[in-house]
């Protein structure tokens, strides 16, 4: 079997992490593994899977011999070493948001458009992690029938915004069962025990950039064009698994049982859908593994062509690592 050689730009952090143990968990042809990230890391040692391997510090250099780069990091690093990596010939598949609406640079839900995957020249994005719990809840209902609008809430979990906002809401917890004070630096304000309307900054006539896309990043991956979305995002004291509540209309009315159908056989979803007996998706049920649950499906009572359901999955791995992940698979497919 041919063997890959795997660099991850940004080893060390939440979503780094995870992707080594996701290549261990569904045994990625993985050669070398080359973990790359800060000077602050460099020169320490990353287990996988029993193989002790060196960080490497982040340069133009890093990439050589490398055959697929799964960038773990923010825009600017992204940005930063991109043309490096297509310079070194590894294909780099990212999980910031720098490259995403290129026309170029395919933008893929593996369960959705895996096709689009052919027509990369170097560089794959991996979409935003609440687009991509949104969408796989809702792909085989925009098949059916082409979804007009999306009104979102979302419900985002801390480890969204990395480890440090994990150790951000952990610590606040802590000091506030002691009576201490503490100053918020990953968060805007205090978020344990609240919740903050805004995720991103202003990108487009009082929507955040994160709300925005939903909608950019949605017309691309369902290739619906005209689709618009209206998105509320909010940062919620849970550590893990984003939830989201859709309001969705499509072109034709889809019933709520055809809808139940759908969405059970629909590649990457779990219907979990029975109020009567307090059956619905949560963040805690949904951590760790790599389903987006679905569930609370009922007509919308605004709008006779409009369905409205509940998801939650984990972001830090469907909504990124796995999703890179088996990207790179596709890759290797083809
Ligand atoms: N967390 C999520 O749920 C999630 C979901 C989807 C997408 N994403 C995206 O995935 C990316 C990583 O997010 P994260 O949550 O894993 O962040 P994180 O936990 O803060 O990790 C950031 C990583 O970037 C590295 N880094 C920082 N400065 C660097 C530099 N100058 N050169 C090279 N590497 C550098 C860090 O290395 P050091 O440890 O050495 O500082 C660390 O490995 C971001 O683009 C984020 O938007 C995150």
Known sequence: MKLYNIGILGATGAVGQEMMKILLERSFPVGALRPIASARSAGGTIDFGGRPCTIVEASDDAFEGLDIVLGAAENDIAERFAPAIVKAGAVFVDNSSAFRLDPKVPLVIPEINPEDVKHHSGIISNPNCTTIVT????????????????????????????????????NEVAALAHGKSFEPRVFQYQIAYNVIPQIGGEAYSGYTSEEMKLQNEGRKILHL?????????????????????????????????????????????????????????????????????????????????GLNLWCCGDQVRKGAATNTVQIAELLLEK
Not at 290 to 302: E, K, N, S
């Open 225 to 305: 064009p005209e689709m618009k979305v209206s998105c509320t995002c909010v940062r919620v004291p849970v550590v893990r698994s984003h939830s989201v509540s859709v309001v969705l209309r499509t072109r034709e009315k889809i019933s709520v049982e055809h809808a139940r159908e759908l969405i059970a056989a629909a590649p990457g979803c779990r219907l979990t859908d029975d109020l009567a007996s307090k059956i619905y998706p949560m963040p805690l049920d949904t951590s760790d593994q790599d389903l987006v649950f679905v569930g609370r499906i009922r007509d919308d009572l605004t709008d006779e062509r």
């Open 135 to 170: 969408l796989v809840a809702i792909h085989a209902l925009a098949k059916e029938s082409p979804i007009e609008s999306i009104v979102a809430s979302s419900y985002q979990a801390v480890s969204g915004a990395g480890k440090n906002g994990i150790d951000e809401l952990y």
